[in-house]
Nanobody
Framework: QVQLVESGGGLVQPGGSLRLSCAASGSIFTITAMGWYRQAPGKQRELVAGITSGGITLYTDSVKGRFTISRDNAKNTVYLQMNSLKPEDTAVYYC????????????????WGQGTQVTVSS
């Protein structure tokens, strides 16, 4: 079992920044990659960014150049730095423990955090 706890969401004005954190505990040796997903009202959940244990990353096109995923293996924590936030970034953000395949493809896993709300509004 893997437990994931997110933090760092909140209300921010357009153009602002937030940093999300996801702390993992439990059977973390089984985790080969971590991902951040988001789900906006009335929309399907989408993968925002993923990172391997070795630091290889991927991003969905809409956040490239604005968001940065990183990890601190010593703290078993993954971060999502979000800059230049837009109203369309408003969503509940979820951390996921998953896998990696191919050169740059994230595989969704069964373990999810509870979600953290990010609202971008003036």
């Amino acid at each position: 079992q893997v437990q994931l706890v997110e933090s760092g969401g909140g209300l921010v004005q357009p153009g602002g920044s937030l940093r999300l954190s996801c702390a993992a505990s439990g059977s973390i040796f089984t985790i080969t990659a971590m991902g951040w997903y988001r789900q906006a009202p009335g929309k399907q959940r989408e993968l925002v960014a993923g990172i391997t244990s070795g630091g290889i990353t991927l991003y969905t096109d809409s956040v490239k150049g604005r968001f940065t995923i990183s990890r601190d293996n010593a703290k078993n924590t993954v971060y999502l730095q979000m800059n230049s936030l837009k109203p369309e970034d408003t969503a509940v953000y979820y951390c996921n423990a998953g896998g990696w395949y191919g050169s740059r493809s994230y595989s969704e896993g069964d373990y999810w955090g509870q979600g953290t709300q990010v609202t971008v509004s003036s």
